[in-house]
């Protein structure tokens, strides 16, 4: 039997580090021959074996990949597409795709997004629902997801929820450290995409800076953006203790999950969150939004509001047991005393 894996639009994040164990993976299934199409960006180790073949794919050639897979695959064959995006047109063989982007299938607003975002996505949406029914099977990480596409019509029997976890390798060496964490220190592992609601976590770093109050904020994003200079302003400004990593590689970010006290996630819409189901496998505090997506996978030891930078910044001082003060709440005689000596 082969296995066809689509993959030529993978290159970064939680994608590339799915890729990348599907790949290693290949090796307890040396009796199927695997092809893998995968992206000319995408960075891999070579593997010496023979049931696997990958196939580099430039992105003027993305659409012909339906075409080079149609002409090898075999009625017993499986074709499995994580791009996302269905086939143009339906296999003669089992078909699955992987759907691990929300934007493609809710109507969440694309604020924050450039324009030439918000066209490849609603241009996405668009595919999508057009193709949908080229699938056998539609594989999604959450119950969000599963939620989303049932109120969108798709069958129940095609959706099937399967979760992803990282390699049980990784996380028995992470353990082995676990002795080493830091004290007070956040980790916020994402991208810089508008939804990951950078602005307003460092907006309430900024309000407990105010209270004489600097945990350390460890995050993740590149160097080239606005929001980078934005974060660099806000804290020169308060003196804000945030150091940012960019172009991390794997083996150091899970470095970091093992010397943080606890990850702080704040994202606005997630259609998993890998790093809330790795920190939880590494037994890594989370302070999260109070939202479905971070349900689905674990119980954070502390929510918030994500729009609310006041929230954020009182759940971190819940988290350190620094009590808050609350307002003072009195009775009518005492009220009309105030007004009087105002």
Not at 118 to 128: P, Q
Request: glycine residues 2%; aromatic residues 10%.
């Amino acid at each position: 039997m082969n296995i066809f894996i689509n993959a030529s639009n993978i290159h970064i994040g939680g994608g590339k580090v799915i890729l990348n164990d599907l790949l290693n993976a290949t090796k307890k299934y040396k009796l199927i021959n695997f092809v893998f199409y995968v992206d000319s960006r995408f960075e891999f180790h070579t593997l010496k074996q023979s049931n696997v073949i990958i196939k580099i794919i430039k992105k003027k050639q993305r659409f012909l990949v339906y075409y080079f897979i149609n002409k090898q695959a075999l009625e017993n064959d499986i074709v499995i597409y994580l791009t996302n995006l269905p086939p143009i047109f339906k296999h003669k063989c089992k078909t699955i795709l992987v759907l691990s982007n929300r934007f493609i299938i809710d109507n969440y607003a694309l604020s924050g997004f450039s324009i030439k975002t918000k066209l490849r996505i609603s241009a996405e949406r668009l595919f999508f629902w057009i193709n949908k029914n080229n699938t056998n099977y539609i594989i999604v990480q959450s119950e969000s997801m599963s939620s989303v596409l049932l109120k969108k019509g798709v069958l129940k029997d095609k959706i099937k929820v399967i979760a992803y976890k990282s390699k049980d390798d990784d996380i028995k060496r992470l353990n082995i450290n676990n002795c080493h964490k830091a004290s007070n220190v956040f980790l916020y592992v994402s991208s810089d995409d508008p939804h990951k609601n950078h602005e307003i976590l460092i907006e309430s770093w900024c309000l407990l800076s105010k209270e004489g109050i600097f945990p350390k904020l460890i995050l993740t994003i590149g160097k080239t953006s606005n929001l980078y200079e934005l974060i660099v302003s806000s804290i020169n400004e308060f003196k804000l203790d945030i150091d940012i990593k960019p172009n991390l590689q794997r083996n150091e970010i899970l470095d970091l999950y093992n010397h943080s006290t606890a990850l702080i996630y704040p994202s606005l819409i997630e259609s998993y969150g890998l790093p809330l189901v790795e920190a939880g496998q590494y037994k890594l505090p989370v302070l999260a939004s109070e939202l479905d997506y971070v349900r689905d996978v674990l119980d954070p030891v502390e929510t918030f509001d994500p729009n609310s930078a006041k929230s954020i910044a009182r759940s971190v001082k819940r988290f350190l047991k620094i009590k808050e003060k609350k307002t003072d709440i009195v009775a009518p005689v005492e009220f009309i005393k105030s007004v009087i000596s105002l």
